[in-house]
């Protein structure tokens, strides 16, 4: 069974820098198209970031653009959320998700293109 499970995360002051990584495990898992979301309490989840396959090409949210970086390390089967400047506006719980075959650019921001999840990370960003 294929799993996702999300590290990273912590309590940072605005203006910080965190490492969010997502390691996949399990015989069945293959590449595919990587998201990054967030949600926050008492909102909808949101869509931060994807990596695209074959591709690698990424894909931000204007909200991160500049601040962010997505990538993938092979060797390691995880993929990573590169954050610096961090804004309390970041405070979320963080979660990869691996796309399903539908994934297309068009719709990389709709959660139900993605198959499936990891618990999530905490970020806290403090004013």
């Known amino acids: 069974q294929v799993r996702l499970v999300e590290s990273g995360g912590g309590l940072v002051q605005a203006g910080g820098s965190l490492r969010l990584s997502c390691s996949a495990s399990?015989?069945?898992?293959?590449?595919?198209?990587m998201g990054w979301f967030r949600q926050a309490p008492g909102k909808e989840r949101e869509f931060v970031a994807a990596?695209?396959?074959?591709?690698?090409?990424?894909y931000y949210a204007d909200s991160v653009k500049g601040r962010f970086t997505v990538f993938w390390d092979n060797a390691k089967n995880t993929v990573y959320l590169q954050m610096i400047s961090l804004e309390p506006e970041d405070t979320a719980l963080y979660y990869c998700a691996r796309a399903a075959g539908r994934w297309r650019i068009w719709n990389m921001r709709d959660t139900s293109v993605y198959e499936i999840w990891g618990q999530g990370t905490q970020v806290t960003v403090a004013s």
């Open positions: 990596l695209g396959w074959p591709s690698d090409s990424t």
């Open positions: 399990g015989r069945t898992f293959s590449r595919s198209a």
